[in-house]
Nanobody, 122 residues
Framework: QVALVESGGGLVQVGGSLTLSCAVS????????MGWFRQAPGKGREFVAA????????RYLNFVEGRFTISRDNAKNTVYLQMDNLKHEDTATYYC???????????????WGKGTQVTVSP
């Protein structure tokens, strides 16, 4: 019933920037904590960033902290991931996730997007 659709991935050089978007439909967006995960070829899925209901609390993977910024626009039912100073190690498929909780814990995730590819050329 709830659908998450990512967009904004692509190919960028080391040091470049991309902004990912996740559009949410079929639910009350402001009731959901939102987050981003990523998975590189041959590796497991890892947490990247999360944001609470109102957008006043965020968490980040240490490797991306200071380079990535998660935000949400509840009027547009959309969550964003601004990625600056991209590194080759950031290459992965990025997935949007939602949970009807204040904090986005992995066990509470109810819905996943199908992913968008980010490739950073060395």
């Amino acid at each position: 019933q709830v659908a998450l659709v990512e967009s904004g991935g692509g190919l960028v050089q080391v040091g470049g920037s991309l902004t990912l978007s996740c559009a949410v439909s079929g639910g009350i967006f402001s009731d959901y904590a939102m987050g981003w995960f990523r998975q590189a070829p041959g590796k497991g899925r890892e947490f990247v960033a999360a944001i609470n209901w109102s957008g006043d609390n965020t968490r980040y993977l240490n490797f991306v902290e200071g380079r990535f910024t998660i935000s949400r626009d509840n009027a547009k039912n959309t969550v964003y991931l601004q990625m600056d100073n991209l590194k080759h190690e950031d290459t992965a498929t990025y997935y949007c996730a939602a949970a009807e909780e204040n904090a986005l814990t992995y066990n509470a995730i109810q819905f996943w997007g199908k992913g968008t590819q980010v490739t950073v050329s060395p």
